[in-house]
């Protein structure tokens, strides 16, 4: 399979045993990425401490990964489709593996706030590649098995994440502090791109379409314009051009429309596919994984302040606490996937909703009756419900989104579907200084701070609760059954999806 040659013309997939080399690479790279989204929360108290960062600072260092990995998620796949896959995805790993030096060696908040940017530009450059890579490697037969190995990836990083970061941050290794959260990405880069480089065959969309720059510009400046107000303005006191700003976000994405609309026109090649929003039960699931990310951008970050601020534990003790929440969202995406949506359709993931809310009310219940001298297994009960809930919405989402997209645009949408969620992620850390910082006074004695984060941290919950109840209310316009998976189809039907996603951008779902 050359660059430029089509996936379709290719010799068969199967009769190239590198195949299964090139999946371990691209799944360590996409577990590297999972990992390291995760990981960095449960330190950052630490960062706080040893940089001295402002909670400005702390929201950029998730939030800037966030919004850089949203802004360049649909680019990046499209990259990839004009000059190759391979190609794009040692850029972005060698990238990322760079970047995440960057931040081990950051000599102030600011460095490492733009090294993380910087990162998440990287991913965006790397994750698109993951599933374009599989589509080009792997026969439809064998996607199944292959799709499974990620669902347990996902569920790997889910619950390695926090432990790791929580290891490393505890050990004050050379005494480095934290910085080995970052520098643990070196060792693990620079063998993916070695092996990477000998392994992974390249691949092209037979027919490419070309990059919309003007579209590039309009979403990300359209983002920043939103969420750098909401990031910042607690802290300067929410100016007057902090709200102008903010409105012009909503000018920049009209122009954005408008400018598609003629783009689609014209020759073919938008940036965002608008035609897909007029498919009812994909329009739904993209506010569904706008709200969804809103809601877990919030909880993620308040949570480990809560914990660790507030409640004074130390960054192991909190990964701990976690690990019931993960187990249980890997061993429900399994069951829902394998068992429930097939006999219960679209009413699995409402019931997700409707259990991970019930479990927001309980964390609140039980942060109000123990206050300060809550233990880590009596959140173990919320967490679990919490988790099962989430299970049971993460695994399904996307199929269920997707189901009545043309297959002809099964790629885009893929992408779509991926940038929505990093965009609510990223919308949530910002609204973290409304919902949670805006309870609490900005100069509070000693005493008085453990306190005041239980408090904010039960305020920030009530709005998940919101959150959830009104994604059940969205998924009513999802369709009431998923579509068939692609290895029940005919061997007419599996061709057809080869071929939409050789001509589009999958993304990895995060």
């Not at 998940?464 to 579509?483: E, G, H, N, S």
Request: overall charge neutral.
């Amino acid at each position: 399979m050359t660059s430029s040659s089509s996936t379709l013309a290719s010799p068969r997939p199967e009769a190239d045993r590198r195949r299964w080399f090139a999946l371990a690479i691209v799944m360590t790279a996409a577990f590297m990425d999972l990992v390291d989204v995760t990981i960095v929360n449960v330190a950052i108290p630490s960062i706080q401490r040893d940089e001295g960062a402002s909670f400005s600072h702390i929201q950029w260092i998730t939030a800037g990964y966030a919004l850089a990995f949203a802004a360049g998620l649909i680019t990046g796949g499209r990259l990839g489709d004009i000059y190759g896959r391979k190609r794009l995805f040692l850029i972005g790993i060698g990238g990322f593996t760079l970047a995440s030096a960057l931040c081990g060696f950051a000599v102030n908040p600011d460095m490492l706030v733009a090294s993380r940017i910087l990162q998440g530009a990287m991913a965006a450059l790397m994750v698109p590649q993951v599933l374009s890579i599989v589509h080009a490697t792997f026969p439809a037969h064998e996607r199944g098995k292959v799709f499974g190995m990620f669902g347990a990836i996902v569920g790997l990083g889910a619950v390695s994440g926090p432990i790791l970061g929580a290891l490393l941050t505890e050990w004050n290794l050379f005494g480095l502090e934290w910085r080995p959260i970052f520098l643990i990405n070196l060792p693990v880069g620079i063998a993916g791109l070695i092996l990477g480089r000998k392994f992974i065959t390249e691949s092209k969309a037979p027919h490419a379409l070309k990059l919309d720059l003007v579209g590039v510009v309009l979403v990300t400046l359209g983002l920043l314009m939103l969420l750098y107000p909401l990031t910042r303005g607690r802290e300067l006191g929410w100016p007057t051009w902090g709200y102008i700003v903010m409105a012009g976000a909503l000018v920049v994405f009209a122009a954005l429309v408008a400018y598609e609309k003629r783009k689609a026109a014209r020759d073919g090649s938008p940036l965002v596919e608008l035609s897909l929003f007029k498919v009812k039960s994909f329009a739904a699931g993209i506010a569904v994984q706008t709200v969804f990310g809103v809601g877990l951008g919030i909880f993620f970050l308040v949570w480990t302040l809560y914990m660790q601020v507030g409640l004074g534990w130390t960054a192991l003790r909190a990964g701990l606490t976690g690990v019931p929440f993960s187990i249980a969202v890997s061993a429900a995406a399994g069951m829902s996937v394998q068992m429930l949506v097939p006999r219960f359709g679209r009413k699995v993931l409402q019931a997700g909703a409707l259990i991970m809310a019930a479990g927001v009310l309980i964390y609140i219940w039980e942060a109000e009756r123990y206050g300060m001298s809550i233990a880590s297994w009596q959140m173990a009960l919320p967490l679990v419900v919490m988790g099962a809930g989430m299970g049971l919405i993460v695994a399904p989402l996307t199929d269920a989104i997707l189901s009545e997209v043309p297959r002809e645009h099964s790629g885009s949408a893929s992408g779509l579907i991926n940038t929505v969620q990093q965009m609510g992620n990223a919308l949530g850390l910002g609204l973290v200084s409304v919902v949670f910082f805006g309870s609490m006074s900005d100069h509070l004695p000693g005493p008085e701070v453990g306190p005041a984060f239980v408090d904010a941290f039960q305020n920030a919950l009530i709005w998940v609760a919101v959150v959830m109840t009104a994604i059940f209310l969205l998924m009513f316009a999802l369709p009431k059954r998923p579509a068939q998976h692609v290895e029940g189809a005919s061997g007419e039907e599996q061709e057809g999806v080869r071929a939409a996603a050789s001509e589009n951008e999958p993304v990895l779902m995060r």
